[in-house]
């Protein structure tokens, strides 16, 4: 499933790739960074099943439960540095020579 940011506010001017989500992987950050907002599209290929999970209950959740926070907190910044790494090497990628 191939992921893009919408870019050009409002109106999404373009869709900015950065990855590709497997199975079983993150697609949208959005229920635990503010501002709550979604910004991540997704195009499957295929059929999809998707997990969609109540934000303003796992944010409870974890200030409840700190090892938990911690825990899905370290497993989102280990997204995020995935999809920036695959920005940086998509914009490398079209820099001219």
Request: glycine share 8%.
């Amino acid at each position: 499933m191939g992921l893009a940011y919408g870019l050009g506010g409002q109106s999404r001017v373009v869709d900015a790739p950065v990855g590709d989500v497997a199975p079983s992987e993150i697609l949208t950050l959005s229920a635990l960074i503010e501002p709550y907002r979604v910004t991540t599209t997704a195009k499957a290929d295929e059929p999809s099943r998707l997990i969609s999970i109540d934000a303003a209950g796992l944010r409870a959740m974890c200030e409840v439960d700190a090892k938990l926070g911690y825990t899905l907190m370290r497993h989102l910044a280990q997204v995020i540095k995935e999809r920036l790494d695959y920005t940086r090497v998509q914009l490398a990628a079209a820099e001219p020579g």
